[in-house]
C-alpha cells in the first residue's frame, strides 16, 4: 500500500492545501499490526503548484473558493491524481470538495488528518484510519 502526502519539500514539512502543493512525499507501507510503519519512496513534483494558496481552498461550508468552470477545476486535480495514481491513500489536511472527488474516481482514497506539522505525523494519523 503506498501513502502520498503534501509536502513542501525535502523538509517533509506537511502543506496544509493539498490541492497546491509543491510536491507529493510517496511512502509504502512497511510490516503489518504493531509491526507497521511507512519508507519514503520518493518526491514527487506537482506541476499545479501554488504555494500562495496553502491556507486557502474552502470555506466553513466546504465550498470551493476558486472561481470559473468546475470541469476544468477537476481537470487541474487530475493532473495531480495521475502523479501518484500508484499510491492508495492521500493524506491531506485541507482539500477542496474537487480535490477529493476526482482523487476518489481515481481510485485513491482521501484521508483528513488535521494540525500535523510533519509527513510522518500526518501517516501515524492515517495509519489509524486505515
Known sequence: ???AVPVHNESLKVFKN???TP???VYEL???GMFKSFKLVELRAN???N???EDECEDAHGKCHHEGDAEEHKND???MAEIVKDCDILGVDKACKNTKLVFEEAGIKVIATHGCEKADDML???SKKI
Do not use: L, Q, T, W
Open 1 to 3: 500500500m503506498r501513502v
Open 18 to 20: 493539498a490541492g497546491h
Open 23 to 25: 510536491f507529493f512525499a
Open 30 to 32: 512497511v510490516g503489518s
Open 47 to 49: 506541476p499545479r503548484i
Open 51 to 53: 504555494a500562495d494558496h
Open 77 to 79: 486535480h487530475r493532473i
Open 124 to 126: 501515524k494519523e492515517v
